[in-house]
């Protein structure tokens, strides 16, 4: 018996459907993974840039504090973790200022079934001038 209102042809249908909307759904998950990890890592290698640049133009002699502020960059960004599995830390300093930038690799195991590479590279440059002002040794 067959009932009012309903074709022969949709027996099924769900059937479907479902696979079919479970891998839009998580093809569309792992997609908000990838922008929310690279963005992350972004917003922590701009901070690192930064605040090491930062750091350089404050100490005295400029070159003597290269490796407190790879020390610095390297605890912003976790080195090591998810978000930044290395570190590069690129510097330049001369008579006006500071350049400091900052690249890592990102950790996106996981995220490749849906064609995103297993890691990304993020990178930041920060410029700052020197204090023409501060005490000179």
Same mark, same amino acid.
């Given at each position: 018996?067959?009932?009012? $209102?309903? $074709?022969?042809?949709?027996? $099924?249908?769900?059937?479907?459907?479902?696979?079919?909307?479970?891998?839009?759904?998580?093809?569309?998950?792992?997609?908000?993974?990838?922008?929310?990890?690279?963005?992350?890592?972004?917003?922590?290698?701009?901070?690192?840039?930064?605040?090491?640049?930062?750091?350089?133009?404050?100490?005295?002699?400029?070159?003597?504090?290269?490796?407190?502020?790879?020390?610095?960059?390297?605890?912003?960004?976790?080195?090591? +973790?998810? $978000?930044?599995?290395?570190?590069?830390?690129?510097?330049?300093?001369?008579?006006?200022?500071? +350049?400091?930038?900052?690249?890592?690799?990102?950790?996106?195991?996981?995220?490749?079934?849906?064609?995103?590479?297993?890691?990304?590279?993020?990178?930041?440059?920060?410029?700052?001038?020197?204090?023409?002002?501060?005490?000179?040794?």
């Amino acid at each position: 018996m067959s009932h009012p $209102g309903r $074709g022969s042809g949709d027996a $099924g249908g769900g059937v479907v459907q479902l696979p079919l909307m479970a891998t839009v759904f998580v093809g569309f998950t792992m997609l908000i993974v990838f922008i929310g990890r690279v963005n992350d890592s972004y917003a922590a290698v701009e901070s690192a840039a930064r605040y090491s640049a930062r750091t350089l133009t404050l100490a005295r002699d400029p070159a003597t504090a290269v490796d407190a502020a790879e020390a610095d960059a390297a605890a912003t960004v976790d080195e090591g +973790s998810r $978000g930044c599995e290395a570190m590069d830390f690129a510097h330049s300093i001369d008579a006006e200022g500071v +350049s400091v930038t900052v690249t890592c690799i990102v950790d996106l195991t996981g995220l490749d079934v849906f064609g995103i590479p297993g890691e990304w590279t993020v990178t930041a440059t920060a410029d700052e001038p020197l204090d023409r002002w501060r005490e000179l040794q």
